[in-house]
Nanobody, 126 residues
Framework: QVQVVESGGGLVQPGGSLRLSCAAS????????IGWFRQAPGKEREGVSRITFGGSTSYGDSVKGRFTISRDNAKNTVYLQMNSLKPEDTAVYYCAASPRALVGSSWYDFRQYDYWGQGTQVTVSS
């Protein structure tokens, strides 16, 4: 069973950048599809990005071209590089792991993920 812990959140001005990390323990991350989700107050949890066992990536429409997901299997860590941040990106960001391949749009369904971190707050404000 894998445990995941997010880090890297904080306060950033619009147009700025942050890099979130999702560090795993208990099992190699390479066995899992890893997803990033976010949830703003009063809103539903939203899929941001995912990376598969083989390194294939997907992004939500609102972050395409601005966010990049990557993994370092040697460090057992997945990263989310967030550039050109906007106030509407403000949310708690969660890392999640799924033992399933999650092909097509199934990655967007948070119910497909079994293991979740505690979340890290990202605030984009001037």
């Amino acid at each position: 069973q894998v445990q995941v812990v997010e880090s890297g959140g904080g306060l950033v001005q619009p147009g700025g950048s942050l890099r979130l990390s999702c560090a795993a323990s208990g099992s190699p991350l390479g066995y899992y599809t890893i997803g990033w989700f976010r949830q703003a107050p009063g809103k539903e949890r939203e899929g941001v990005s995912r990376i598969t066992f083989g390194g294939s990536t997907s992004y939500g429409d609102s972050v395409k071209g601005r966010f990049t997901i990557s993994r370092d299997n040697a460090k057992n860590t997945v990263y989310l590089q967030m550039n050109s941040l906007k106030p509407e990106d403000t949310a708690v960001y969660y890392c999640a792991a799924s033992p399933r391949a999650l092909v097509g749009s199934s990655w967007y369904d948070f119910r497909q993920y079994d293991y979740w971190g505690q979340g890290t707050q990202v605030t984009v404000s001037s």
